[in-house]
């Protein structure tokens, strides 16, 4: 099984980028579509966006379209996500997950690994 660890996160200011990155061990990440998940303070983990097995598609949530954006490095075994135009509101707990290969995508159901969780916090 693979596991999953994230860095990159910590205090931008409003209109920001940050660059997560999500390294894998255990497994290549080409046998996973990989994930992207936010968990506000006192809110529910809620989904951002996903890149498929193959790396040729990738899925955003409204909110964060066009400012999000995932790629990954299958020679560094490594996922990214690319944050630009931060809001406060995007101010969370990030985490990488991934869904085996075959998983329905961009299905949020089949994410079976995660990642601990890196913190990015977004300053008015």
């Known amino acids: 099984q693979v596991q999953l660890v994230e860095s990159g996160g910590g205090l931008v200011q409003a209109g920001g980028s940050l660059r997560l990155s999500c390294a894998a061990s255990?497994?290549?990440?080409?046998?996973?579509?990989m994930g992207w998940f936010l968990q506000a303070p006192g809110k529910s983990r809620d989904f951002a966006g996903s890149?498929?097995?193959?790396?040729?598609?990738?899925y955003y949530v409204a909110d964060v379209k066009g400012r999000f954006a995932i790629s990954r490095d299958n020679a560094k075994n490594t996922v990214y996500l690319q944050m630009n135009s931060l809001k406060p509101e995007d101010t969370a707990v990030y985490y990488c997950?991934?869904?085996?290969?075959?998983?329905?995508?961009?299905?949020?159901?089949?994410?079976?690994?995660w990642g601990q969780g890196t913190q990015v916090t977004v300053s008015s």
């Open positions: 255990g497994r290549s990440v080409i046998d996973y579509s």
């Open positions: 890149i498929s097995w193959g790396g040729d598609s990738t």
């Open positions: 997950a991934a869904a085996p290969y075959g998983s329905p995508w961009p299905s949020t159901g089949s994410f079976d690994y």
